[in-house]
C-alpha cells in the first residue's frame, strides 16, 4: 500500500515549488488560461488558445503549492489580474497546469466551472487541486 | 534559485475539495493535527503571499473548515500578518506532530 508519507512524497515531486526537478522532471506547477472551451481530452498535450500575450497578466503563472500532512490532495493556487495587454474582455473557460513556465509538459487540463468574464482590471483567484487517489 | 517564502498553519480541522462536473464540495478528513504547508514560487512577496492563503477561494479555504491552530512562516512579516488575520499564536507547538 501506499503510506501517508509516500502521498507527501507524491505530492512534493509532482508540483513543489521547492522542487529541484529540472526538464522533463521539473514539478508542474504552472496555470496556463484558456478562452478555448473545449472539453479537455486524454490524448491533449498543449492548451489549444493559450492566453500569451506579451506582459498580459493572464499568462502562464507559476502557483503557490500547498499541502495538507496525511490529505489525498494538494492544491495549487494564483490569482491572475488581466491588464489592457490582455484585450478587452476575456473569458476564462478552461486551464492547464505545466511543468516549465514555456512550453514543457502539460501535466493536468480542467475546465472551469461557470467560466468567469474579465475585463482589464479584474481579478481572477485559481485553486486547482489535484487529487493523489 | 532566490529564497522562496513558506508557510506553515497548524490544521485541526482539514478537509479537501472533491468535484464532480460543476459541482465542488468539500470532505473532512479524520480529525487529527495536520499542518498544511505553503510554498511559493520565487519572486512572490509578502502581500501576494498573504492573499494567495487568506482570500475567499485561496489556499486554507481549500484545506481547512477551520482557522489555524498557530503559524509559521520562513518571513517573520507574513507569520504575524497571518496570526493577526486568523487570531491565532505564531509558532508550532512542541507536541504538535511532526509531518
Not at chain 1, 500532512?69 to 478587452?88: E, I, P, V
Request: hydrophobic share 40%; glycine share 8%.
Amino acid at each position: 500500500m501506499r503510506v501517508a508519507t509516500g502521498r507527501t512524497f507524491q505530492a512534493k515531486v509532482m508540483s513543489d515549488t521547492a522542487s529541484n526537478g529540472t526538464g522533463i522532471y521539473a514539478p508542474a506547477n504552472y496555470l496556463a488560461l484558456t478562452e478555448t472551451a473545449t472539453a479537455p481530452a486524454d490524448a491533449d498535450t498543449a492548451l489549444t488558445g493559450e492566453l500569451a500575450a506579451a506582459s498580459g497578466g493572464l499568462i502562464r503563472a507559476q502557483a503557490a503549492f500547498t499541502y495538507t500532512s496525511g490529505a489525498n490532495t494538494y492544491t495549487l493556487t494564483k490569482t491572475f489580474t488581466m491588464n489592457a495587454n490582455d484585450g478587452a474582455s476575456r473569458t476564462i473557460q478552461k486551464l492547464g497546469v505545466f511543468n516549465a513556465a514555456t512550453a514543457g509538459i502539460m501535466v493536468f487540463s480542467s475546465a472551469v466551472p461557470n467560466p468567469p468574464a474579465m475585463v482589464p482590471g479584474d481579478q481572477l483567484a485559481v485553486t486547482e487541486t489535484v487529487s493523489l487517489v | 534559485m532566490s529564497k522562496q517564502l513558506q508557510a506553515q498553519l497548524g490544521n485541526v480541522a482539514a478537509h479537501e475539495a472533491v468535484r464532480k462536473g460543476n459541482t465542488q464540495s468539500f470532505v473532512a478528513l479524520p480529525k487529527a493535527e495536520r499542518t498544511t504547508t505553503v510554498q511559493f514560487p520565487d519572486g512572490v512577496g509578502i502581500a501576494e503571499a498573504f492573499t494567495t492563503i487568506t482570500a475567499a477561494g485561496g489556499a486554507w479555504a481549500y484545506h481547512s473548515a477551520k482557522p489555524p491552530a498557530w503559524v509559521e512562516s520562513s518571513s517573520k512579516p507574513l507569520a504575524e500578518l497571518l496570526a493577526s488575520h486568523f487570531h491565532c499564536p505564531v509558532g508550532r507547538p512542541t507536541k504538535w506532530p511532526q509531518d
